[in-house]
Structure formats: structure tokens, C-alpha cells
């Protein structure tokens, strides 16, 4: 979320609300809502979310030169020092991208709770189902799918295949390696999370909030009509 494009801000009281008849409304409502559709699973979204997860795999890639500099059976002092320059600078790009996706989780919320205070308002056909969005949910649904079966495989395969080749040979039993797939399967699997949250619950909540209206009897008309007849 570009901090240049400010949010659509929230609907305003019901009792201060003035706008001249409902097609004016339904026009802003409109535009909220797309606005707001686009900050939670549109292009750009899927982009941040991308490259924050590269610059996670990234971060701890270079982390995990000083992991397996460490794995082992005799300790190189100049691998150690390489080891330990690549660990800070990619501590250096891990630590930001961790703040990045920290912060799109708490701005997702708040544009969560904006949408809903704008869906609420009315109901549209075309507006509603835009921002139902299922091709753009799907396709986060598929994507955060596939980082969490991969992230699930690695938790498993990492540490199996890391423990038959090192067959407990000397102080080299893979220590590292296995430190460093696991924090790879741990960034799939985290980031695959958030996304499958993200798209199931956007896609419910766009039924929730867009669903049939139960049409009410206005009292006046009911005090109005007249009377059956016997």
C-alpha cells in the first residue's frame, strides 16, 4: 500500500450523511469500494506481497551462509569471517521485510474494516460483484496455497534428507543446513498463510456484506394500508 494514494476515508455518520438521492451513494460507494478491493488483492497488493516474501528468502539466504559455515566438522576462520560480513548485510534486508509484511498485516485490517463500513451502506449488482473479486482470490488462494504445501514438504524434507547424508559423521551432522531449510520452510509457510487468510476471508466477507437484503415494512405504510376485510 503506496503511501502517495491515500485511503478512501470511511463513510460518514448516519446522522450527518447528506448526499442529494441514492444514485450519488451508490456512486461513491462505488469508488470506495473499488479503491479499497485494490488495496486488499489487487496487482500492486500481489506485488508487495511477492516481494516481500523474496526479500525474506533473500534475507535469510544470507543468513544461512554463516548457518552452514558453522554445520561444519572443522571450523574455517575465513569462512567464519565471510560467513558473518554476508549475515549482517542480509539482516540488513531481513529485518525490513519482516517490518514490511508486519505492516501490510495491520493495514490489511484497517481496510478491511473500511470496506465493510462502506459495503454496508447499500446494495449495488455490478459494484457487488466486483468486489467479490473470485478471479483475484483465487489466484492469492492458489499462490498461498502452493507456499504452504511447499514450506510443509521442506519442514519434513530438509531434516530427513540433511540426516541421512551427514550419518553422523564426526561434529558434520548438518546443523546448519537443517537451521536454514527450516527457516525456509518456515518464510513459505508463514507467507502462505497470510495470503490464504487474506483471500478466504475477503471472499466470505463479500458475500457476508453483499448479500440479499430482507426487505422491512415501513411502519407508516403498514398504519396506512387498510384493513382486511372479514
Avoid at 500481489?46 to 552452514?68: D, I, K, N, R
Wanted: proline share 8%.
Amino acid at each position: 500500500m503506496s503511501p502517495r494514494i491515500p485511503l478512501p476515508p470511511p463513510p460518514p455518520p448516519a446522522e450527518i450523511q447528506n448526499w442529494p438521492d441514492r444514485e450519488a451513494r451508490l456512486a461513491d460507494r462505488a469508488v470506495a469500494l473499488d479503491a479499497l478491493g485494490r488495496r486488499l488483492l489487487g496487482g500492486g497488493r500481489l506485488a508487495l506481497f511477492l516481494g516481500c516474501f523474496l526479500m525474506l528468502q533473500l534475507g535469510w539466504g544470507m543468513v544461512g551462509v554463516l548457518l552452514t559455515s558453522l554445520g561444519g566438522a572443522i571450523l574455517d576462520p575465513i569462512a567464519l569471517f565471510i560467513g558473518l560480513v554476508v549475515a549482517a548485510f542480509g539482516l540488513g534486508v531481513l529485518v525490513p521485510a519482516v517490518w514490511l509484511t508486519a505492516r501490510s498485516v495491520r493495514q490489511d485490517r484497517i481496510v478491511r474494516e473500511r470496506l465493510v463500513r462502506w459495503a454496508v451502506l447499500d446494495r449495488h449488482g455490478p459494484t457487488d460483484a466486483r468486489l467479490r473479486a473470485p478471479a483475484l482470490s483465487v489466484t492469492w488462494m492458489l499462490l498461498s496455497a502452493a507456499m504452504c504445501g511447499i514450506g510443509l514438504w521442506m519442514g519434513f524434507a530438509v531434516p530427513a534428507g540433511t540426516s541421512r547424508k551427514a550419518g553422523g559423521i564426526g561434529l558434520d551432522d548438518g546443523s546448519g543446513l537443517v537451521a536454514y531449510g527450516m527457516g525456509v520452510a518456515l518464510v513459505f509457510w508463514i507467507n502462505g498463510l497470510i495470503g490464504l487468510t487474506k483471500a478466504v476471508s475477503h471472499y466470505r466477507l463479500a458475500l457476508r456484506v453483499t448479500g440479499p437484503v430482507t426487505r422491512r415494512q415501513d411502519p407508516r405504510s403498514a398504519s396506512s394500508a387498510p384493513p382486511r376485510p372479514e
